[in-house]
Structures are given as C-alpha cells and as structure tokens.
C-alpha cells in the first residue's frame, strides 16, 4: 500500500516539478520514466526486507511462542474486565470530587471568578 500511495503521488506531483515541460506526451514519458524505477525499486527493497533469514526466523519463532501461551478463559476475561472498569469509574470519580473540592477552594480565596458547579 505505501509504495501504491507513493507512485499516486509521484503521479501527481511530477506536472507541478515540471511547470515549464509542454505535452502531455512529455509529461507522460517523465511520469512513467520516474515512477516505474522508483516502484521497482521499493518492491526490490520490500522483497529483501522481508525475506532475510533473520527476519523469517523471528517470524517462525514467534508463531511458535504464540502456540505455547495459556490463554484466559472468557470467564476470566469478562472477570477481569469489569474489575477495570469499576476501578476506572472510581478512579475517575475520585478525580471528579478533588477537582469540585479545590475548585470550591479557590473560588472561595478569590482564585477563580467562576463560583463551582450548583452555586
């Protein structure tokens, strides 16, 4: 995909580079003599990337360690999924009153001129 997005924009930029090139037969031939080398060479790099034995190695490995994990159960998981959220609303809600509670203090030594929330 980001070699596609890289040739569409090279596509669309090269007429903008060439501002003084008349032709669209021109335009087309420097189009396609910069695009088609830059794609090559991006499919070449992609393929040596990710064909080197280091890369496929750790590839291998790690679809073995994804074999040997112990996955929760869905009990567990629901489990613990509401214990997160339930420590999420406290937390916020703890977070909610210490703001009203400091923002009373401050109204009240003249700090902010905007009286809290139900005054």
Do not use: H
Request: glycine share 4%.
């Amino acid at each position: 995909m980001i070699i596609l997005f890289t040739a569409a924009w090279l596509w669309q930029q090269i007429p903008a580079w060439l501002s003084g090139l008349t032709g669209t037969d021109k335009v087309l031939t420097v189009r396609l003599s910069v695009i088609l080398p830059v794609i090559s060479g991006l499919v070449l790099f992609s393929w040596w990337m990710m064909n080197k034995p280091s890369r496929a190695e750790f590839l291998i490995e790690t679809d073995n360690e994804m074999k040997r994990i112990n996955w929760a159960s869905r009990k567990d998981l629901v489990g613990s999924t509401r214990v997160v959220i339930f420590f999420m609303l406290a937390t916020a809600f703890v977070l909610f009153f210490y703001d009203q509670i400091f923002q009373l203090i401050f109204w009240l030594l003249s700090v902010l001129r905007t009286p809290p929330m139900g005054f």
